[in-house]
């Protein structure tokens, strides 16, 4: 089945310092999103892509719809303790599915030395 | 405003029994989708339905797994005859209609199968 590859698995970063991670997938897909997870709860959405080549801020969040359609990334600037979770990819493949059946990543593990 | 309702929180089932999980979409959402997480894994879909109807079902196992929408009341997630496998989280999530805004999750239900 289709699969996206999300790394790094996990960060250990200072407060203060940026963040990157990206997803990657081998087919195409027509919209990216990236969630939010704190143990114990749901995920929270984040950010929403639906165009190639987009890029959407939200605060000290950004992502950007890669133009191959086949990845994704998000920066998160200047980061705080609270910034702590973990960060999952997902996105809506082009061949076939319903727009119920999101494809997810297995998440990154954001830890955030204050 | 309530967000995406799902009870129990927590759920504790021998081998054999069946398990219940209830989600009560956001007020004025018809679109109901479940999805299950294992631990430290990402969210896999395992169905996509609108009231009375089952849109998207090609994440259920062909067994022992059923779920419903109806008229009124939550949509419901019912495993039969659980087994220690079906140990996982399992979020539900809704949304307005048809185009894919990324939906908003409940806290999920936490089953362990013992």
């Given amino acids: ?114 | 405003n309530a967000g995406v309702m799902q009870n129990p929180r927590h759920l504790v089932r021998r081998r054999g029994q069946e398990a219940r999980l209830r989600c009560s979409p956001m007020k004025g959402h018809s679109h109901v989708y479940w999805y299950r997480q294992l631990p430290e894994e990402g969210l896999k879909f395992m169905v996509y339905l609108q009231k009375e109807n089952i849109i998207d079902e090609s994440g259920m196992p062909k067994e022992r797994f059923s779920a419903e929408f109806p008229k009124e009341g939550p949509s419901i997630l019912r495993i039969q005859q659980v087994v220690r496998g079906d140990s996982a989280a399992y979020f539900c999530a809704s949304s307005p209609g048809m185009a894919l805004y990324g939906y908003t999750f409940g806290s999920g239900t936490r089953l362990t199968v013992v």
């Fill in chain 1, 1 to 114: 089945g289709q699969q996206l590859n999300q790394s790094p698995q996990s960060m250990f970063i200072q407060e203060g310092e940026d963040v990157s991670m990206n997803c990657t997938s081998s087919s195409i897909f027509n919209t990216w999103l990236w969630y939010k997870q704190e143990p114990g709860e749901g995920p929270v959405l984040l950010i929403a892509l639906y165009k190639a080549g987009e890029l959407t801020s939200n605060g000290r969040l950004t992502a950007q719809f890669g133009i191959t359609r086949k990845d994704s990334f998000l920066n998160i600037s200047a980061s705080i303790p609270s910034d702590v979770g973990i960060y999952f990819c997902a996105g809506q493949p082009s061949d076939g599915g319903s727009q119920g059946n999101l494809i997810f990543g297995k998440g990154t593990k954001l830890s955030v030395k204050p």
